[in-house]
């Protein structure tokens, strides 16, 4: 089955610096990568998705890549700000099922 | 549109016993997906049911399964619970239309003792 591994686990940065997550994963027939933002005590909200067929997607501050021959994907914020600051999950999932497997997520902590 | 919603919230169970959870989608999403999130294990996925079938499953012991209803709510339902299964259990919501965009709930915190 699909094994998606995330870095770093945690991530300390000051306001305004930018920030990279990457994720890679094991099966080559994924297709569908969301990135997923959980506050602490709160629920994961999807804040950036990306498909196969396109190989980056901006949304303002944050930006999504996908290198489909190496299997990873990378999540950029830049211009950080503290509430940025929270758990960040990436995921995977394979052949446009809802069957997502995650990343163990990335602990991103915004300095002001 | 209302979101995601989960009941209850909060339950605490001693082990042996058995727990049933519910979950609302969103106005128009049939596919349901559970979660289990602990801290160790991250979130894992347990399984989806769309249209009261489940379509697909994770890696989960036969304790834990689930339902769909023809209004796409679904419960999950785990027995004979052991302190293992204390996490927080999240479902989430998505559209034919988007598969894989999935929105979730506020999840129901389960404490096993």
């Known amino acids: 089955g699909e094994n998606v591994e995330q870095h770093p686990s945690t991530l300390s940065v000051q306001e305004g610096d930018s920030a990279v997550i990457k994720c890679t994963y094991s099966d080559s027939a994924s297709n569908y990568f969301p990135w997923y933002k959980q506050e602490l005590g709160k629920r994961p909200q999807l804040i950036i998705d990306i498909r196969s067929n396109v190989g980056e997607k901006k949304d303002q501050r944050i930006a999504v890549t996908l290198n489909k021959t190496a299997k990873h994907f990378s999540l950029h914020i830049t211009e950080t700000q503290p509430e940025d600051s929270a758990v960040y999950f990436c995921a995977a999932s394979f052949d446009n099922n809802n069957d997502m497997r995650f990343g163990a997520g990335t602990r991103l902590t915004v300095k002001p | 549109k209302a979101g995601v919603t989960q009941t209850p919230r909060y339950l605490i169970k001693t082990r042996g016993q058995q727990v049933t959870l519910s979950c609302s989608p969103i106005?128009?999403?049939?596919?349901v997906s559970w979660y289990q999130q602990t801290p160790g294990q991250g979130l894992q996925f347990l399984f989806e049911?769309?249209?009261?079938?489940?379509?697909n499953k994770g890696n989960f012991p036969g304790r834990f399964s689930g339902r769909q209803f023809s209004n796409s709510r679904s419960e999950m339902n785990v027995s004979t619970l052991e302190l293992g299964d204390s996490a927080l259990y999240l479902c989430?919501?998505?559209?034919?239309?988007?598969?894989?965009?999935?929105?979730f709930g506020p999840g129901t915190r389960l404490t096993v003792t």
């Open positions: 049911y769309f249209s009261e079938t489940q379509r």
């Open positions: 989430a919501s998505s559209s034919e239309r988007r598969v894989g965009e999935q929105y």
């Open positions: 106005s128009g999403h049939r596919s």
